[in-house]
T-cell receptor, first 110, second 114 residues
Framework: SQQGEEDPQALSIQEGENATMNCSYK?????LQWYRQNSGRGLVHLIL?????REKHSGRLRVTLDTSKKSSSLLITASRAADTASYFC??????????FGSGTRLQVQP | DTAVSQTPKYLVTQMGNDKSIKCEQN?????MYWYKQDSKKFLKIMFS???????INETVPNRFSPKSPDKAHLNLHINSLELGDSAVYFC?????????????FGPGTRLLVL
């Protein structure tokens, strides 16, 4: 099974609504990162949260990290059609490589 | 001003052929990676190089051979292609190993083996 697993697998909302995606992982981490992938494109880094941080903000993004539950959430506020993409969490477990989940596909309806 | 570039973008080939994918980064990063993204969108690390030295080889068949002529380039050669090799291959780079800084991804190479 995967180190990082996102939930839900797919999410469809209306423009202006908030979108929340969750990520669970299995082993202890140094940091957790969220990436976005637009259809047919490469991944783009959104935000990094270190294991000693609990919450981080960047523009309309809010990330939380609960190391006791081995979970993280990504909240996108006031979503826009341009936010339509797949969102991946990735964990750094000290193996010198990130471990990615299979992503949440977000569809924002205009 | 492309940061991480890959060629080709699309690759359609027959089973048994040998093919190469090239990757270049102009970010001055020390570490480069190859990932494979399957049809279910799951992204898996294949190789990692730091300053031309192999760091990670994640149980990838011997048919896959990475080559790093300098720290700005990491190419992937695949021998005797199989149907199961069909996927999107992403190259990425990061400024350092150890604490795993942000990774910068290329646009991907879509490989279809017929």
């Amino acid at each position: 099974s995967q180190q990082g697993e996102e939930d839900p697998q797919a999410l469809s909302i209306q423009e202006g609504e908030n979108a929340t995606m969750n990520c669970s992982y299995k082993t202890s981490i140094n940091n957790l990162q969220w990436y976005r992938q637009n259809s047919g494109r490469g991944l783009v880094h959104l935000i990094l949260i270190r294991s000693n941080e609990r919450e981080k903000h960047s523009g309309r993004l809010r990330v939380t990290l609960d190391t006791s539950k081995k979970s993280s959430s990504l909240l996108i506020t006031a979503s826009r059609a341009a936010d339509t993409a797949s969102y991946f969490c990735a964990t750094d477990t000290g193996r010198r490589a990130l471990t990615f989940g299979s992503g949440t596909r977000l569809q924002v309806q205009p | 001003d492309t940061a991480v570039s890959q060629t080709p973008k699309y690759l359609v080939t027959q089973m048994g052929n040998d093919k190469s994918i090239k990757c270049e980064q102009n970010l001055g990063h020390d570490t480069m990676y190859w990932y494979k993204q399957d049809s279910k969108k799951f992204l898996k690390i294949m190789f990692s190089y730091n300053n031309k030295e192999l760091i990670i080889n994640e149980t990838v068949p011997n048919r896959f051979s990475p080559k790093s002529p300098d720290k700005a380039h990491l190419n992937l050669h695949i021998n005797s292609l199989e149907l199961g090799d069909s996927a999107v291959y992403f190259c990425a780079s990061s400024p350092a190993t150890g604490y795993q800084e942000t990774q910068y991804f290329g646009p991907g190479t879509r490989l279809l083996v017929l």
